[in-house]
């Protein structure tokens, strides 16, 4: 009977210590659709600034900081991207603190993504990558590569170059101590003697 009650008693705690858990819901700072129409917003907005070749007026304002920065890395990955096209796909992903936000657009040369980070008082930054393929990215690996190692030899001829040159710098050092050594060699004539 000790024994049943002892058993009972434990499957008691047991069913009594996992009912006691509760999931924790997770609260994120908005949801996925929410951050991907804020981010589609906001690149609109973006692209329609810089469509207007305004950006002279929103630089003096410090309410636009933000949006010429983004206006900026839009202009220097448009060298590359070309016209823009539209928006062809957005995601998000969000947690309790941030949001960031990946907008896909089209170009006329390249694709690129806009992404932007949004924190709890707003939005953070705007940047603009530009989307290469492989070959395009292998192309400018190689030359990267082709150039810090060219830039390598170059200074290693210079160096031995220099290392060459000691020889004639110890023929120059020998000749300027051989002019020291014969004027210490030559005596001075002696003073004559007074006359008595």
Do not use: R, W
């Not at 499957?11 to 996925?32: D, Q, R, W």
């Not at 603009?128 to 060219?150: D, I, P, Q, R």
């Amino acid at each position: 009977m000790k024994k049943s009650l002892l058993v009972l008693g434990m499957i008691t705690c047991i069913f009594g210590l996992t009912a006691c858990g509760t999931e924790k819901e997770e609260v994120t700072l908005m949801s996925e659709q929410q951050a991907v129409a804020m981010g589609e917003e906001y690149v609109e907005k973006i692209v329609d600034i810089y469509e207007s070749d305004n950006i002279d007026t929103y630089k003096e304002d410090e309410e636009y900081k933000l949006f010429v920065k983004a206006v900026d890395s839009l202009e220097s990955a448009s060298e590359d991207m070309g016209s823009y096209m539209g928006i062809v796909s957005s995601e998000a992903t969000v947690d309790e603190e941030s949001a960031v936000v990946s907008v896909n657009v089209e170009g006329s040369s390249h694709d690129a993504v806009i992404e932007v980070i949004i924190e709890e008082d707003g939005v953070d930054s705007i940047t603009t990558n530009v989307t290469y393929s492989f070959g395009e990215s292998m192309e400018k690996a190689a030359l990267n590569t082709l150039l810090g190692m060219g830039t390598v030899f170059v200074v290693l001829i210079l160096i031995c170059f220099l290392i060459s040159c000691f020889k004639f710098i110890s023929v120059f050092e020998n000749k300027n101590k051989n002019k020291g050594a014969d004027k210490a060699e030559t005596p001075k004539a002696a003073p004559a003697p007074a006359p008595v």
